[in-house]
C-alpha cells in the first residue's frame, strides 16, 4: 500500500527553461540507468523476500517508495523546462519557438501527446522496457544487481549535472548524486549481513561443480599466452573456497550436427 502528499521529496527549480535538457533528463526517468527501473527492481525483489528476511523487504521497498519519489521530481523538472507555451502557441506548432526547438532537438510527443509534460520513456522516446529490471529471488544477486543499477545511475546524473549551467537543475542532481552514494553503500553494508554467500547462489553443492575449471581464468586467445600474473589468475579465490589458476579453453571438438541440420532443411523443403 503506497500514500502520497503533494510535497516532492525535494525542491525542483528551473531558473531558465531548456527542451533539449528535458529531453536530456527522459533518461533519467524512463532509461535503462533511470529511475523507472530503479523503482521496480526493488520493488519486485522485495516482493521475493520471505517473511523470516523481513528487514531486507523493508530494506527494498523504502528504497523503492523513495525512488518514486525520483521520478516525480524528474517529471517536474522536465514539466519545467518546457513551460512558456501558451494553448494557442501549441496548436500553432511550429511557429512558436518552444515547440519548434522541442520538434528539432526534442520530444515532439511531449507536446503532442503529454502536453508538455515528462513521458515514460527514455532520451530517444522508447518506451521504458521492463526486461532491464533484476528480481532474480536470490538476495545476495539482486544486491549485486542494485550496486551496478545504483553506479550507472549515479553515472548518468553526473553527467547531466555536467550538462547544464542552470543552478536549480544542478542542485536537484546534486541531490539525486548524493543519494545514489547512499543506495550504493546500503546495498554493499546488506550484502556484509549476508556473511558467506559466494559463488551466488552458494546452495548448489560445490562439490558437483567441474573442479578443473570452477576457478580457472580462461584465455580465448587463438595462440597461447602467459599467465599474465593478476589477481584473478592466482592465489586465493575471493570466496576462500578454492585457488585461481590460468589456462587456455579445454576445448570440446567440432560439433557433429550434420544429421539434424539435414533433417531440418529435409522438413522446410
Known amino acids: 500500500m503506497f500514500y502520497h502528499d503533494n510535497e516532492l521529496q525535494y525542491e525542483v527549480e528551473v531558473h531558465d527553461p531548456d527542451p533539449r535538457f528535458a529531453k536530456m533528463l527522459q533518461q533519467a526517468i524512463g532509461g535503462a540507468e533511470g529511475e523507472m527501473r530503479v523503482a521496480l527492481q526493488y520493488m519486485f525483489q522485495a516482493f521475493a523476500v520471505p517473511a523470516e528476511k523481513s528487514e531486507y523487504r523493508r530494506l527494498l521497498m523504502e528504497t523503492a517508495t523513495e525512488e518514486l519519489g525520483h521520478i516525480e521530481m524528474l517529471a517536474t523538472a522536465v514539466a519545467k523546462n518546457l513551460e512558456g507555451a501558451s494553448e494557442e502557441q501549441r496548436e500553432q506548432a511550429r511557429e512558436d519557438a518552444v515547440i519548434a526547438e522541442m520538434m528539432d532537438s526534442g520530444q515532439p ?3 503532442l501527446s503529454a502536453g ?3 513521458m515514460p520513456v527514455d532520451a530517444n522516446g522508447v518506451p521504458f522496457d521492463g526486461g532491464c529490471i533484476v528480481a532474480s529471488g536470490n538476495l545476495a544477486a539482486d544486491m549485486y544487481a542494485n550496486v551496478m543499477a545504483e553506479s550507472t545511475g549515479r553515472t548518468l546524473a553526473a553527467r547531466l549535472w555536467e550538462f547544464t549551467d542552470d543552478p536549480g537543475m544542478k542542485d536537484m542532481l546534486s541531490y539525486l548524486i548524493g543519494r545514489d552514494t547512499m543506495h ?9 549481513t549476508m556473511e558467506d554467500h559466494l559463488p551466488v547462489p552458494n546452495s548448489f553443492p560445490q562439490e ?7 576457478y580457472e581464468f580462461m584465455s580465448t586467445f587463438k595462440d597461447e599466452q602467459p599467465n599474465p600474473e593478476r589477481r584473478w589468475t592466482k592465489g586465493e579465490s575471493i570466496d576462500g573456497k578454492g585457488e585461481f589458476s590460468y589456462d587456455r ?3 570440446g571438438g567440432t560439433p557433429d550436427l550434420d ?10 523443403n
Open 259 to 268: 544429421e539434424v541440420i539435414e533433417a531440418m532443411h529435409n522438413e522446410v
Open 249 to 251: 579453453q579445454p576445448g
Open 184 to 192: 550504493q553503500n546500503q546495498w554493499h553494508a546488506a550484502l556484509e
Open 116 to 118: 508538455l509534460h515528462a
Open 109 to 111: 510527443r511531449q507536446a
Open 208 to 214: 558437483e561443480e567441474n573442479q578443473d575449471h570452477n
